[in-house]
Structures are given as structure tokens and as C-alpha cells.
């Protein structure tokens, strides 16, 4: 007896790790986002360009986690001429290679001023908030030199505009902050505890690491971390820095330096104070107190003190534009990637919530960026200055979700023309092309016609707003029936019998053919339906 052949295994359907499907609301609300923020870079004179999602690995070069293994920590294969190409890691070093390509032509004006949005892959553990592929929407600023007026007021005009595009986003003021600091700075304070020169960049590595995790951990838990190490809650131990005593005590001393000097004793105490009693302190005054107590305390380092002067050229930028309060000079701003060359700035929520299991939560930094004048010159042989500011869209869509700020109710569906008569087809998709040349969404029912409460079922979990019904009789007299299902479905709600019959009457209305579209469009205006 022949064996029977064997039943084909079914394929289980399954989400790699890391990913996430997405459906109408949430996609909706993206493009709400994504819209708001196009506007106000716009509004700054900033242009789209798009690059693709894949480079060449090298292209990426040492802004990899590991040069010597291309799949770490982005997903890479080989092309047919054995060239490593990788998913974007960001959407900044497909710039850099955009415009080195174009540079001294004049396919590029410079300063070059643009935007780019769209998704970037990591090939990295996944965790809470932590995808393989999300969204980010960048700005940058490429041919504006640091250190002067120019390349300072590219610096500040990113912050103001990360400012306000948190305020066209829905965030109030008082409620986010824009932090900025200077990498010079924080490299100045590095060499001045010891630490310069490349044999220390894996102290220095851990010691930044250190202080990026200060909001988290507080003063004690960051102490821990750049002594001999820290232990978790879990009983996992971390190991740290180890630095002595002395070298702690003087990154404390960096790190703490805003908090210090808004301390009532050191009032008037920095050079160039500007002493004016009828108005709040603003962020010029706090800058050059930073700036002056620094000096003293960092005194042996150039890059330091190069920092700070930076440093102080944007406060008084910002505050000159009126963003007081909202844009803030904090020396514990860490940003980790190596080609940040000046100042670096980072976006922080200041609202808590909680999660869906009521545990509190602080959303912290959103978005990010700095300066980078090296990143362009790898392609050049050539110092590039460059400024940039990147918004992590699908982080800070999860953040404005959860505060309530974002609408993410399934929009209205299209509206349905059922089939009464399946030997009428072409008079009910006659009707559907009517509605859709008035920019009305409509669909023909597609399903099986034999039953009219399955259409009807079906329009309601599409989310129509209204039903098109016509049959036999209707037909004959050039009419159609309405049915309005955001009225019907309130009926339930109306306990009074003339309210009900009145409301009955409206949720069901018959009307000339010809007047089909108008009455559509009545029932649309009465339920503030749109489509974005």
C-alpha cells in the first residue's frame, strides 16, 4: 500500500523581534506628526532631500558600533560584486555622503539647509521602546563654520527649532526643555583629569556613559559608576571607570555647575553679569556664570574654555529670540556618537505619566543632535562644518499617545454603496464614482450581496459614516436611501420617544439620485468627517 502523501506543514505566521505592524490610527497619527514638523523646519528655510535606505557599509564607517564586524549592530549583506552595503544606521551619515558628492558644484548651495524623515535600522537587542526599525526626522545646517557668529547661529537656530516644533507638536511650554553643551567642553574636562589621547578613549567612553545616566541614576549611582562600579537592583554588577578621588570630584564639580551657580551666593560673581532687577534671569546670565565659575575651575584646559565661550554666544542667541526658560545651558548633556565635534544638544519631556499598568514615567530625551565638522571631510580630505538636529518620531509619537496629545482614533472609513441587486452593479459603482469625484471616500461592497445585514455589518466596522442604499423600488422613482450610522448608532442612547423618532427619521433619508452627493456631503458636515 503507497504511503499517503504527507499534509504540507503550515507556515506559522510570525513578527521578527524588534518590529512592530501598524494599522490606520497609528499610521494616521504619523502622518499628523510628520506633517506639523515638515511645517515648522519649512518655516526655517529647510529643504527635503531623500536618501536611500541602504549605503555602503564603509560609507558608515567608524560611526559603526564595530568596523571589523559588519553585521554588528547593522543589518549588511553582500552585493553581486561582494560590496558590503548596510541599512541606514541614522539618516545624518547618507547625508554627509549626499553632500560630498556634490560639494563645489552647483547642484549645492551652501549653506546647505535640509530636511529628511523616514526610517533607520538597528541590528541591536530589542526592548521596551527599543525597535530594530523606527522613525526619525532630521535637520541640518552643512557650511557654517563653528566658533563664530555664523556657525553659533546655526547651532542656536537648531534649538529654537526643536523648541517650537515641540510646541507645534502640542507640548506646552514648562513642559519639555531644550539642554545644550559643548563636546569641547566635556573633552577639555577629560584632558584635564588625565584622560586625553587615544589610548583613554575607553575610559573616556565609560566615564561619558557615566554621566549620560545621571537623570537615571542620580549624583550617588553616577559616582558609583566612575569609581570601581555600580550594582543594580537585579544584583548586576556594572563595572566602572575607575577614577580616583580627585578625578571624580572634578567631573562632579563640571557636571554640577548649572545647579551651582544659580545658587543665591554666587549671585554677580561672573564676569560680564548682566545685572538688570526688573527682569528674570535669562539664559546669557546663566551661561556666563557657568562660564566664568568653569574658567577658574578648568582654567588648564583650551578646548574647555573654547567650549564655553561657544556656549555663551548661544545663550545669548536664544535668549536675544526670546526662548528664556526654554532652551537651557546644562553641562550633564552627554551625546554618545563619536563624531560630535562642538555643541550638542538634546530635547527632554518634563511631563510624567504612567504605562498601562499605572507605573510612573518619564519619557526624558525625544530628540538630539550637535555639531559635527568631521563627518563630511572623510568623503573631502577637507574640514565640513556641519549642524544638525534629529526628533525620534516614533519615540515621541509613544510619548504624545500616552500624554493624550495625539488623536489616535480609527479615522472615518469610506462610504459604503451596498448591493442590492447584484444584475445592478453598474449603476450602484456609477454612484461610487459620483462620490469619489467629489473627493468623498467611497467603496462598492466586494463581499457576497446575497445579504443586506452583512453589508451593513460590514459598513460599520469599516467606520463608514453612511450607507448608500438603493433597490427595486427606489430605483423606479430615481431615488436613494441614506443611512446615517454615527446618528443610528446614538439612538440607543435617547430615552425620550419624540427625540428617538425624530432622530430615526433623520439616520434614514431618501433623496433624488441626482441629489445623492449633497446629501453625502450634509451628513459629513453634521459628524465633522474629514479625511486627512
Given at each position: 500500500?503507497?504511503?499517503?502523501?504527507k499534509?504540507p506543514?503550515?507556515?506559522?505566521?510570525r513578527?521578527?523581534?524588534?518590529?512592530?505592524?501598524r494599522?490606520?490610527a497609528?499610521?494616521n497619527?504619523?502622518?499628523?506628526m510628520?506633517e506639523?514638523?515638515?511645517?515648522?523646519y519649512?518655516l526655517?528655510?529647510f529643504?527635503p532631500?531623500e536618501?536611500?535606505?541602504m549605503?555602503?557599509?564603509?560609507?558608515l564607517g567608524k560611526?559603526?558600533?564595530?568596523?571589523?564586524?559588519?553585521n554588528?549592530?547593522v543589518?549588511s549583506?553582500q552585493d553581486?560584486?561582494?560590496?558590503?552595503?548596510?541599512?541606514?544606521?541614522d539618516?545624518?551619515?547618507?547625508?554627509?555622503?549626499y553632500?560630498?558628492e556634490?560639494y563645489?558644484?552647483?547642484?549645492?548651495?551652501l549653506p546647505?539647509?535640509s530636511?529628511?524623515?523616514g526610517?533607520v535600522y538597528?541590528?541591536?537587542k530589542?526592548?521596551?521602546?527599543?525597535f530594530?526599525q523606527?522613525m526619525?526626522f532630521?535637520a541640518?545646517?552643512?557650511?557654517t563654520?563653528s566658533?563664530g557668529?555664523?556657525g553659533?547661529a546655526a547651532?542656536?537656530?537648531?534649538?529654537?527649532?526643536?523648541?517650537d516644533?515641540?510646541?507645534?507638536?502640542?507640548i506646552?511650554?514648562g513642559s519639555y526643555?531644550?539642554?545644550?553643551?559643548?563636546?569641547?567642553?566635556?573633552d577639555?574636562?577629560m584632558e584635564?583629569?588625565?584622560?586625553?589621547?587615544?589610548e583613554n578613549?575607553?575610559r573616556r567612553?565609560?566615564?561619558l556613559?557615566?554621566?549620560d545616566k545621571?537623570?537615571?541614576l542620580?549624583?550617588?549611582g553616577?559616582?558609583?559608576?566612575?569609581g570601581?562600579?555600580?550594582?543594580?537592583e537585579?544584583g548586576d554588577?556594572?563595572?566602572g571607570?575607575?577614577l580616583?578621588e580627585?578625578?571624580?570630584?572634578?567631573?562632579?564639580t563640571?557636571v554640577?555647575?548649572?545647579n551651582?551657580?544659580?545658587?543665591?551666593a554666587f549671585?554677580?560673581?561672573?564676569?560680564g553679569?548682566i545685572?538688570?532687577?526688573?527682569r528674570?534671569?535669562?539664559e546669557?546670565n546663566?551661561?556666563?556664570k557657568?562660564?566664568?565659575?568653569l574658567s577658574?575651575?578648568f582654567q588648564d584646559?583650551?578646548?574647555?574654555?573654547?567650549?564655553?565661550?561657544?556656549?555663551?554666544?548661544i545663550a545669548r542667541?536664544v535668549d536675544?529670540?526670546g526662548y528664556?526658560?526654554?532652551i537651557?545651558?546644562?553641562?550633564?548633556?552627554v551625546?554618545?556618537?563619536?563624531?560630535?565635534t562642538?555643541?550638542?544638544?538634546e530635547?527632554e519631556l518634563l511631563?510624567?505619566?504612567?504605562?498601562?499598568?499605572?507605573?510612573?514615567?518619564?519619557f526624558?530625551?525625544?530628540?538630539?543632535g550637535?555639531?559635527y565638522d568631521?563627518?563630511?571631510?572623510?568623503f573631502?580630505g577637507?574640514?565640513?562644518?556641519a549642524?544638525?538636529?534629529s526628533?525620534?518620531v516614533s519615540?515621541?509619537q509613544?510619548a504624545?499617545?500616552m500624554l493624550?496629545?495625539?488623536?489616535?482614533?480609527p479615522?472615518s472609513?469610506?462610504v459604503?454603496?451596498?448591493v442590492f441587486d447584484r444584475d445592478r452593479?453598474?449603476d450602484y459603482q456609477k454612484?461610487?464614482?459620483?462620490?469619489?469625484?467629489?473627493?468623498?471616500r467611497?467603496?462598492?461592497?466586494?463581499?457576497?450581496?446575497?445579504?443586506?445585514g452583512?453589508?451593513?455589518?460590514?459598513?460599520?466596522r469599516?467606520?463608514a459614516p453612511?450607507?448608500?442604499?438603493q433597490?427595486?423600488d427606489?430605483?423606479a422613482k430615481g431615488?436613494?436611501q441614506?443611512?446615517?450610522?454615527v446618528?443610528g448608532?446614538g439612538?440607543t442612547?435617547?430615552?425620550d420617544?419624540?427625540e428617538?423618532l425624530?432622530k430615526q427619521?433623520?439616520a434614514q433619508?431618501e433623496?433624488?439620485e441626482?441629489?445623492l452627493?449633497?446629501?453625502?456631503?450634509?451628513?459629513?458636515?453634521?459628524?465633522?468627517?474629514?479625511?486627512v
Amino acid at each position: 500500500m503507497a504511503d499517503k502523501p504527507k499534509k504540507p506543514q503550515k507556515l506559522k505566521a510570525r513578527l521578527p523581534r524588534g518590529l512592530e505592524d501598524r494599522g490606520p490610527a497609528a499610521i494616521n497619527a504619523t502622518r499628523q506628526m510628520v506633517e506639523k514638523i515638515r511645517e515648522v523646519y519649512e518655516l526655517y528655510g529647510f529643504e527635503p532631500v531623500e536618501t536611500p535606505t541602504m549605503e555602503y557599509t564603509d560609507a558608515l564607517g567608524k560611526f559603526l558600533p564595530d568596523q571589523d564586524r559588519p553585521n554588528e549592530g547593522v543589518f549588511s549583506f553582500q552585493d553581486d560584486d561582494e560590496q558590503w552595503i548596510s541599512l541606514r544606521y541614522d539618516l545624518t551619515a547618507p547625508l554627509a555622503r549626499y553632500v560630498a558628492e556634490r560639494y563645489g558644484t552647483e547642484n549645492l548651495v551652501l549653506p546647505y539647509r535640509s530636511y529628511r524623515f523616514g526610517y533607520v535600522y538597528r541590528n541591536e537587542k530589542p526592548g521596551p521602546g527599543r525597535f530594530r526599525q523606527f522613525m526619525q526626522f532630521d535637520a541640518d545646517t552643512i557650511g557654517t563654520a563653528s566658533g563664530g557668529q555664523s556657525g553659533a547661529a546655526a547651532d542656536a537656530e537648531m534649538c529654537m527649532m526643536a523648541a517650537d516644533t515641540m510646541e507645534a507638536l502640542g507640548i506646552p511650554r514648562g513642559s519639555y526643555v531644550v539642554k545644550v553643551n559643548n563636546r569641547k567642553v566635556l573633552d577639555g574636562v577629560m584632558e584635564s583629569i588625565g584622560l586625553g589621547g587615544d589610548e583613554n578613549a575607553g575610559r573616556r567612553l565609560t566615564v561619558l556613559r557615566a554621566i549620560d545616566k545621571l537623570d537615571r541614576l542620580g549624583q550617588q549611582g553616577v559616582r558609583e559608576l566612575l569609581g570601581k562600579g555600580r550594582k543594580d537592583e537585579s544584583g548586576d554588577f556594572t563595572k566602572g571607570a575607575e577614577l580616583e578621588e580627585s578625578q571624580i570630584s572634578k567631573i562632579e564639580t563640571f557636571v554640577n555647575a548649572r545647579n551651582a551657580v544659580q545658587q543665591p551666593a554666587f549671585a554677580h560673581s561672573a564676569p560680564g553679569f548682566i545685572d538688570d532687577p526688573d527682569r528674570k534671569e535669562n539664559e546669557y546670565n546663566v551661561a556666563l556664570k557657568i562660564q566664568g565659575w568653569l574658567s577658574v575651575n578648568f582654567q588648564d584646559s583650551k578646548l574647555a574654555i573654547e567650549g564655553l565661550n561657544e556656549l555663551s554666544q548661544i545663550a545669548r542667541l536664544v535668549d536675544s529670540g526670546g526662548y528664556e526658560n526654554r532652551i537651557i545651558i546644562d553641562p550633564s548633556v552627554v551625546r554618545g556618537l563619536e563624531y560630535y565635534t562642538g555643541p550638542v544638544y538634546e530635547v527632554e519631556l518634563l511631563l510624567d505619566t504612567k504605562d498601562e499598568k499605572g507605573r510612573p514615567v518619564r519619557f526624558g530625551s525625544v530628540g538630539g543632535g550637535g555639531r559635527y565638522d568631521g563627518l563630511v571631510s572623510r568623503f573631502r580630505g577637507e574640514v565640513v562644518p556641519a549642524t544638525g538636529f534629529s526628533i525620534g518620531v516614533s519615540r515621541l509619537q509613544a510619548a504624545l499617545t500616552m500624554l493624550g496629545k495625539l488623536d489616535t482614533r480609527p479615522e472615518s472609513g469610506p462610504v459604503v454603496v451596498t448591493v442590492f441587486d447584484r444584475d445592478r452593479v453598474a449603476d450602484y459603482q456609477k454612484m461610487v464614482a459620483a462620490l469619489r469625484a467629489d473627493k468623498i471616500r467611497a467603496e462598492l461592497y466586494l463581499g457576497n450581496p446575497k445579504n443586506m445585514g452583512n453589508q451593513l455589518k460590514y459598513a460599520d466596522r469599516r467606520n463608514a459614516p453612511c450607507v448608500i442604499i438603493q433597490g427595486s423600488d427606489e430605483k423606479a422613482k430615481g431615488k436613494v436611501q441614506i443611512k446615517d450610522l454615527v446618528l443610528g448608532a446614538g439612538l440607543t442612547d435617547t430615552s425620550d420617544r419624540d427625540e428617538y423618532l425624530k432622530k430615526q427619521a433623520e439616520a434614514q433619508t431618501e433623496v433624488d439620485e441626482s441629489e445623492l452627493v449633497a446629501a453625502v456631503r450634509k451628513i459629513l458636515a453634521r459628524h465633522a468627517v474629514t479625511w486627512v
